[in-house]
Structures are given as C-alpha cells and as structure tokens.
C-alpha cells in the first residue's frame, strides 16, 4: 500500500528548531502542489503551509509565517518544512498530503516544544 511518510519529529525546547521531511509517490507526488497541516489534541487539522509543484509559489498560515520554510525536491519526491523559533502552541502531530485531491494519510510526526 502506498503511504505518505513524514519524518523529522521531536521533542524541542522552545526557540529552537527542527526539520520535518515527507516523502511519497513517485509521478504523482513531484506534479502536485503539496502542503504540510498539523493536529493538536482537541483541535481540528489545519494547514501550516502549502507549495505549488514546482516550489515557485508558497503559502503560510498567519500562525507560522516569518518562522517556518517550506520547499521541496522534486527529484527526491521530498518536501520539506524548516520551523524555526518554535512555540509551545507548536506542539502537534505534523501530516504532509497533496493540497488539492488528498491521498491517505500517513502517521505523521509528533512535534513537541517544551518551555
């Protein structure tokens, strides 16, 4: 069965920083616009950031912008998120999928900032 991956999870202090990668399907995954979201506990799944297929266009939620970086190589079938400066209201399961047309999710990464 084909899955998402996430990876790159942690548990951090707050202000530091951490990398998540994702990878995925081949054709599929390196022609679609991709985005990272993330679950708190009693919150609702919401998107952190999004990425058109080639990199060239991105998007942040109000909540991380000027903190996280997302980019992706397509070569690799690979995207990443780079968060910076991390926040306790940062601790989340972080999931990556298409942005439009989901596919299954995967398990996703558990972040957890400490303060």
């Known amino acids: 069965q084909v899955q998402l991956a996430e990876s790159g999870g942690g548990l951090v202090q707050a202000g530091g920083s951490l990398r998540l990668s994702c990878t995925g399907p081949?054709?599929?995954?390196?022609?679609?616009?991709m985005a990272w979201f993330r679950q708190a506990p009693g919150k609702e799944r919401e998107k952190v950031a999004s990425?058109?297929?080639?990199?060239?266009?991105?998007y942040y939620a109000d909540s991380v912008k000027g903190r996280f970086t997302i980019s992706r190589n397509n070569a690799k079938n690979t995207m990443y998120l780079q968060m910076n400066s991390l926040k306790d209201e940062d601790t989340a399961v972080y999931y990556c999928?298409?942005?439009?047309?989901?596919?299954?999710w995967g398990q996703g990464t558990q972040v957890t900032v400490s303060s």
């Open positions: 081949g054709t599929t995954f390196r022609t679609s616009a």
């Open positions: 999928n298409r942005n439009f047309s989901r596919m299954s």
């Open positions: 990425i058109n297929w080639s990199g060239s266009t991105t």
